[in-house]
């Protein structure tokens, strides 16, 4: 009670915050961070973005750094997240990756047989992934001391489903069809992915992550049985090959029935989106993980009294619990006015102060 609340987003103590909450330790208040927040709701993103093509940024990482130094200064939350795009590791891979308006991410030759799978390379070595590499060193050297770095990958399935379908967003029946219908050639590729995803995300902990959360985006798509059979395997490999030394958030959207799979497949903290209540999903995930989440991104383009209704609720949810990390359940949506998320910040940091 009466704990006092950093007005720069700097955490108290020795120690971030946001670790103590991901090892399930008692904190001052609720550490905040959200995904998206150096994105397109940015006056000063989209300033970079008119002059800067995506792809370039991505691959520029000063500029990287920079930006999440900026963002995390202005937004005043308790981790940054490394500035990059999870399709990256797919070029070297064999599979250029377009960036395209209106169209998003786009392959020009999906993947569509089990011959198609054999073009998808071994990441036999990281040195064409040295630029995000270097981002992860640089943000990290920039950053205040007490302000964690989280590294991030996606998941196989989710990497698997863009290869396949050739964009996001689609209904995966391309993606299904494979799964359901070449055993061999699934287990090729999702193998692949996976062996590759945990040789980036340790390379990113050596760079200097503190944190890495592997975003399983697509998932949804799919029931428990087939999250089980198809998608569990190779995510489970990927968390259990990272270092141990390092919290490993494991986030899903679109079907809270996933989440006793997910929290089996591994994480120290599972990440959950607005599509079910934090205390329901903590309860079917077990109070020995923490929990990331899990405000709905369109309550930010709200009022500011909604923001805090809102807020208060997933908070009173959480009941002071250790290990509660407040996040949205996916990115800030671009239309997004800056002004609510800070109010969401200061509001996470006000009323948790209150409550533990």
Request: with cysteine.
């Amino acid at each position: 009670m009466g704990a006092s609340v950093p007005s720069s987003g700097s955490p108290c103590g020795e120690e971030s915050i946001f670790l103590k909450a991901a090892r399930r330790e008692p904190t001052p208040y609720t550490p905040v961070w959200l995904m998206r927040q150096a994105g397109r709701f940015l006056p000063e993103y989209r300033t970079l973005r008119s002059k800067v093509p995506f792809a370039e940024l991505c691959k520029n990482p000063a500029l990287c750094a920079e930006l999440m130094v900026r963002t995390v200064e202005r937004l005043g939350v308790d981790a940054a997240i490394l500035f990059s795009d999870l399709l990256l590791i797919l070029e070297p891979m064999g599979f250029p990756v377009e960036y395209t308006a209106g169209e998003g991410p786009v392959f020009r030759r999906p993947i569509r047989s089990g011959q198609d799978v054999d073009r998808l390379r071994e990441l036999d070595s990281l040195e064409p992934m040295a630029f995000v590499l270097e981002a992860v060193r640089l943000t990290r050297s920039a950053l205040p001391e007490q302000i964690p770095l989280i590294g991030f990958a996606g998941a196989p399935f989710t990497l698997a489903s863009y290869l396949i379908e050739g964009q996001g967003g689609s209904n995966f029946h391309h993606t299904k069809r494979l799964m359901y219908s070449d055993a061999a050639a699934w287990q090729a590729l999702l193998d692949r992915l996976a062996r590759a995803v945990a040789r980036f995300l340790n390379a990113q902990i050596q760079a200097g992550a503190q944190a890495v959360q592997l975003f399983d985006t697509w998932v949804g798509c799919l029931g428990p049985k087939d999250y089980q059979q198809y998608v569990f395997p190779f995510s489970r490999a990927v968390i259990q090959a990272i270092d141990p030394a390092v919290p490993v958030i494991h986030f899903t959207t679109g079907n809270p029935a996933l989440l006793p799979l997910v929290r089996e497949a591994g994480g120290q903290v599972i990440g959950v989106d607005w599509r079910v209540r934090l205390d329901a999903a903590w309860e079917q995930i077990g109070y020995d993980r923490a929990i990331q989440g899990n405000l709905d991104p369109a309550v930010l383009l709200g009022t500011p009294e909604l923001i805090r209704r809102r807020v208060e609720d997933i908070l009173r949810q959480a009941g002071g619990r250790p290990g509660h990390i407040f996040n949205l359940g996916h990115g800030v949506l671009p239309e997004t006015p800056v002004e609510n998320v800070l109010t969401l910040v200061e509001t996470v940091h006000q009323l948790s102060a209150r409550q533990l």
